[in-house]
């Protein structure tokens, strides 16, 4: 049927164009501003990350003295014969090495000298003696560590108490600035100048291992009877509800639950990383349950199949086919899972990991401290120590984090098959 | 035998009137590559002003991606590489002076499987007068509106009741409602891919008596896997095997008399 | 004996069993009609015997031990010397604690001279009990394993019951986590209930005035306490659902919009992951940088503005970094929801001449509602529920205030500061942290129904 014949639109109309334009140019802004979205998210996470590296970078690096001090003409009377064995560091801890350290640094450094080291200085003597007791029978020049307001001299150009004082002292030679390894093997301390992250870093690992082998088998078995075998009735699926709402309860109300029931009313000993875990790994369990079941679902129903079709029982097709196939999503987000824990202050702040643990934990009962809260702890602190060692041990921190969540994902890369 | 079969189809429909050969879009020497393959091949075709042309062949064989071609819908796929020469009323469509969204309202497309947008019916035919400017007040685009679900023969079926949601709607419905929807932003050229494929015999009559009312007014390219319905609405006929034009001309002739081996092959059921 | 020693006892006896059982099974392959293809592995009779000896031990183990250190406090409070103890229970009850900590060696010291003759008392007490765990859990693990051994045989189905059994275990490891659920709900309900016995429930979610004092003793001066947590419920809105939701809504939505429709995919493949790292972060290290560089700047713009009540520490400083640390959440959900609108819908209505931005906002964005509605409903959840930030960077004062410069307090601080200290854990101070814990609870729970119920409903939609 044919119409008569209609007016087209005239689309070279200069209204229309005009249209036209403004439309593109609509176009170009939202766009511009999608990408600007992007842009400033990854921003703030680049400067967050610089800033805490610029201001932890200083933390790795402390300040040391050099003294040289004449340990055979010194009050310590000790026979480097001795010192073999086991009762080498009683020996040696019982020894007064404080005289002879304040004797060549009031010396050799000025009347104010002893002021100028740290507290841990005479650990380092003594680490010195034990390592080569033939120096009791000389001399030794040992590099020791800086106090705190020499070390925040070294780092900063302009202080105004300990500038001069560490610009003479450079020049004499007598002060470098090294990499601090102490950093990384001593606990919390109150001087900044000597605190380390070893205690918390072991009581980080006491508790990630309570969070692991708990959470790992139970979040996996959980998922294994949910995908498996549990019939669909009321039963299940409030188990189902109950475990996508805990995934989502806040960190803090898990600590609320690990006071007033592992605290209180099993009386389980308080700041103890075995507490610690128990509390995380109800928090993880949920994630692990969740990962593992979309892991378990992807595996075909043909493989499960053919295993039944060989005669295999349900656990046998399960433990023997199933799982294996199913483990590096598995895998993926357990790790994921325990990153996030290793993370995680609020509910440990909450059973009583808060306290000043000056030496790391001897074992599962012991109070105990957490990178993250120490972390905290630290933040408290005013003097100007604290921020940079604060700092690096956020860089500490985010680089496990990054370690793991790196494994995740070369993992699920690797080994994510396409059925 | 087969011969007759498809010829009486064809006369059991009015005879098709003289065809015009007027263009209204012409390609030449046109391939089409998705990454390293080649999916379309040299291809070079007329279609007329006030025809309905029909694209036959098998599956995979590429018409679909040559009348995506028409409009320019390539170019939302990543890979994909247009070559050769694509003309509307004389114009370049690739070229720097075509506006891509102002070709896209000149020539319009209905999709095999209708896609209405979850709005109402009345939003969904409106939809493309706004965005246009086509409508300068309310009243205008009523009107727009009311014509268009006319012209696609659902308004009697849906005056009632305008603001319910077009998903609503049956399958052959929503594919009049797609149609009405084309037709709203007052396109010269209708691209349509398989429109019917997804509907049942009754929707899919339907939409054939539509094809055959809006002739007149717009130039139609329709795409189809089914040759019957190619013989009954269409006045020329192309068919298209592995990316290539096999031939190209009047739909009785090619029906009753195709000059190519292939085409008889196809038409005569050998394969495809 | 010690727990783990027992512990590790039973663990051999079970290996034991397990080996034993094994042997005897292995000698069934050619016998009776079990000839050629006995039913179950020998390997499944070992185990068969191993967890019959094994787990009734253990069990009792596992229950003895909070009954048995009851039982010893209660013969420490019924001998002799206890009858001198003070009537005053709080007393009385730190001294019993004295004595057990003496008697366990975790103290060295007493304050308390009589807890010295009671921890004689317990200690032998707890020998007593000790043992008797120690004989009853041995006889139980050696009654296990014999049971178990004279029931197997060539033609016992040693598989199936142990596959039983594992399936057993397989359910109760499920269980444990609506034991979890139940676990925290009760003990924040029994806590609250006491707390609500103390302070009624119409002032503390209703009162205006927040100031947790109670009094040591009795005759304290400033015992009276105001548990009003109006103040608090509004700074952790003001926090989270406001200031932080105007940071990663915009931010979160255009990312993901960017990244579905414009982004060419090499590039969607990096930025991606970039902006989930923000989610990694732990959120001390957010807080620590909100507090050391984000507060300092805000309050020193405030200043600059001349904004009346600016402190170091503000709303505004907590909610920009929340918002930075939630951008994430909203962006993945509108990014899967985004993703889940059928691509037809889009060519739809590029094919009719519009814009890419004119789809995204026309067609795809109100498609896409549902499931950005319950993304945006899951971040919020998130952002209340976030205690680190606001503990760092927000205050402790309760303030109710307009004012972004000004330092307000949230629940999650709330709950960090009036559990910190040695507190007596009756007080209602303590208590009024279950309180909070409890609103808390609920409110982000009901905030997760709603918005995965939204979820679901738009994905069946499209299904």
């Known amino acids: 049927m044919n119409s008569p014949s209609r007016v087209p639109t005239d689309w070279r109309d200069a209204a229309r164009q005009q249209r036209l334009r403004r439309r593109y140019a609509a176009e170009r802004r939202f766009r511009l501003l999608g990408l600007g979205a992007i842009l400033l998210s990854a921003g703030f996470l680049a400067f967050l990350l610089v800033t805490m590296a610029l201001k932890g970078a200083s933390g790795f690096v402390h300040a040391e003295v050099r003294l040289d001090i004449d340990f055979a003409r010194s009050a310590i009377f000790l026979d480097p014969a001795m010192l073999k064995g086991e009762n080498a560091a009683t020996a040696v801890g019982a020894a007064d090495v404080d005289t002879p350290i304040a004797a060549a640094a009031t010396a050799q450094l000025g009347a104010e000298g002893v002021r100028l080291l740290s507290d841990t200085a005479a650990q380092t003597v003594r680490r010195a003696i034990l390592a080569d007791p033939s120096i009791l029978t000389r001399q030794a020049s040992l590099w020791l560590p800086a106090s705190s307001g020499l070390d925040a001299a070294a780092k900063d150009g302009d202080d105004p108490r300990m500038g001069p004082v560490y610009a003479r002292l450079k020049q004499s030679g007598r002060v470098r600035t090294g990499f601090n390894g102490a950093f990384l093997s001593s606990a919390d301390a109150t001087d900044p100048a000597s605190v380390g992250i070893w205690g918390a870093f072991k009581g980080s690992l006491l508790t990630m291992i309570v969070t692991l082998a708990l959470a790992f088998p139970i979040g996996v078995l959980s998922a294994v009877y949910l995908e498996e075998y549990a019939p669909r009735n009321r039963w299940t699926d409030m188990i189902e509800v109950s475990i996508n709402n805990l995934a989502a309860v806040p960190s803090i109300i898990f600590g609320l639950l690990g006071l007033a029931v592992f605290l209180n009313t099993m009386n389980l000993p308080r700041s103890a990383p075995l507490v610690g875990g128990l509390t995380l790994a109800l928090m993880t369990m949920p994630v692990i349950v969740i990962a593992s079941r979309n892991a378990i679902k992807s595996v075909p129903p043909s493989i499960r199949d053919a295993a039944l079709g060989v005669g295999a029982s349900k656990i046998q097709v399960v433990f023997h086919h199933v799982l294996p196939l199913a483990l590096p999503g598995i895998l993926t987000g357990t790790i994921i899972g325990m990153a996030r824990a290793l993370g995680e202050t609020a509910p440990l702040l909450m059973i009583g990991m808060r306290a000043f643990i000056a030496a790391p934990p001897g074992d599962l009962a012991e109070p105990a401290t957490v990178l993250p809260v120490q972390i905290f702890l630290w933040s408290d602190e005013v003097s100007r120590g604290f921020v940079e060692k604060t700092s690096a041990a956020i860089l500490v921190l985010l680089a496990f984090l990054m370690a793991m969540n790196g494994i995740a994902i070369y993992l699920r890369n690797k080994f994510e098959k396409r059925w | 035998m087969a011969d007759d079969m498809i010829l009486s189809e064809a006369v059991r429909h009015e005879r098709p009137d003289p065809v015009e050969t007027e263009r209204k879009m012409s390609a030449v020497g046109v391939s089409v590559w998705y990454g390293e393959k080649k999916a379309i091949d040299q291809v070079s075709i007329d279609v007329g002003r006030e025809n309905v042309t029909a694209f036959i062949g098998p599956s995979g064989c590429g018409k679909s991606t040559f009348l995506r071609t028409l409009n320019r819908m390539n170019d939302t796929i990543p890979n994909a590489r247009v070559a050769g020469r694509i003309e509307l009323d004389g114009e370049d469509i690739y070229g720097p002076d075509m506006d891509v969204v102002q070709l896209r309202a000149r020539v319009g497309m209905v999709f095999q499987k209708p896609n209405p947008f979850p709005k109402s019916i009345y939003e969904n035919v409106a939809y493309g007068p706004r965005i246009h400017g086509l409508a300068a007040a309310r009243a205008d685009l009523d009107e727009i509106v009311e014509r268009s679900l006319q012209r696609a023969g659902l308004w009697e079926e849906v005056r009632d009741r305008l603001q319910e949601s077009g998903t609503a709607l049956s399958g052959g419905q929503q594919q009049r409602l797609c149609i009405a929807r084309a037709i709203a932003v007052d396109p010269e050229v209708i691209l349509m891919d398989e429109p019917c494929s997804a509907l049942d015999p009754i929707a899919t009559a339907k939409i054939e008596e539509l094809i055959h009312e809006l002739r007149g007014r717009y130039a139609i390219v329709i795409v189809t896997h089914n040759m019957q319905q190619a013989a009954r609405v269409s006045q020329r006929t192309a068919f298209f095997h592995l990316g290539e034009l096999i031939e190209y001309g009047e739909t009785s002739e090619i029906f009753t008399n195709p000059k190519v081996e292939r085409t008889k092959d196809y038409i005569t059921g050998r394969y495809g | ?463």
């Open chain 3, 1 to 463: 004996m010690s727990p783990l020693a027992i512990f590790f006892v039973i663990i051999g006896l079970g290996l034991l069993g397990w080996i034993s059982a094994r042997t005897r099974a292995s000698a069934f392959a050619g016998v009776g009609e079990a000839k050629g293809r006995p039913h179950s592995l020998p390997a499944y009779h070992g185990w068969y015997v191993a967890l019959w000896a094994a787990l009734p031990a253990l069990l009792f183990l596992a229950l003895w031990a909070p009954l048995s250190s009851h039982l010893t406090m209660e013969a420490v409070v019924k001998s002799p010397p206890a009858a001198t103890l003070p009537a005053f229970e709080m007393q009385r009850n730190a001294i019993l604690a004295e004595a057990r900590e003496l008697a366990e060696g975790t103290r060295t010291a007493s304050f308390n001279p009589q807890a010295g003759a009671l921890a004689e008392t317990y200690k032998a007490a707890a020998v007593r009990y000790d043992l008797m765990g120690t004989v009853a859990s041995l006889l139980l693990a050696f009654a296990g394993g014999a049971f178990a051994f004279s029931r197997i045989g060539p033609a016992f189905r040693a598989r199936t019951r142990v596959e039983r059994l594992v399936m057993g275990g397989l359910l109760v490891a499920s269980l444990i986590a609506i034991l979890t659920t139940i676990g925290i709900v009760l003990s924040l309900l029994f806590e609250s209930l006491r707390f609500f016995s103390m302070v009624s429930p119409f002032e503390f979610l209703f009162g205006l005035d927040w100031s947790p004092q109670t009094a040591m003793r009795a005759d304290q001066a400033g015992s009276s306490g105001a548990f009003g947590a109006i103040p608090l419920f509004w700074g952790t809105i003001f926090i989270g659902a406001i200031i932080a939701m105007l940071v990663a809504i915009p931010l979160g939505l255009m990312s993901a919009i960017y990244l579905t429709q414009y982004a060419k995919p090499a590039v969607r493949r990096w930025m991606k992951p970039l902006l989930e790292m923000l989610a990694g972060v732990p959120t001390v290290v957010y807080g620590y940088f909100a507090a050391l560089t984000v507060a300092p700047a805000i309050r020193d713009f405030g200043r600059m503005l001349g904004i009346a009540g600016t402190s170091s520490e503000s709303a505004l400083a907590a909610g920009l970094v929340m918002g930075i640390m939630i951008i994430p959440f909203v962006s993945s959900m509108a990014d899967d929801s985004l993703n889940a609108v059928p691509q037809a819908m889009r060519d739809g209505s590029l094919a009719m001449g519009a814009t890419s931005s004119e789809t995204i906002r026309k067609v795809l964005i109100p498609a896409a509602l549902p499931g950005i509605v319950g993304g945006v409903l899951l971040a919020v959840s998130r952002a209340i529920g976030e205690t680190m930030i606001v503990v760092m960077a927000a205050g402790l004062a309760a303030n109710l205030t307009l004012n972004p410069f000004a330092s307000v307090t949230t629940v999650t601080t709330q709950i960090v500061q009036l559990l910190t200290g040695d507190q007596e854990f009756d007080s209602a101070k303590t208590l009024a942290a279950f309180a909070l814990g409890l609103v808390l609870f609920i409110v982000t729970l009901l905030l997760n129904i709603v918005a995965l119920r939204v979820v679901k409903k738009y994905r069946e939609a499209y299904e």
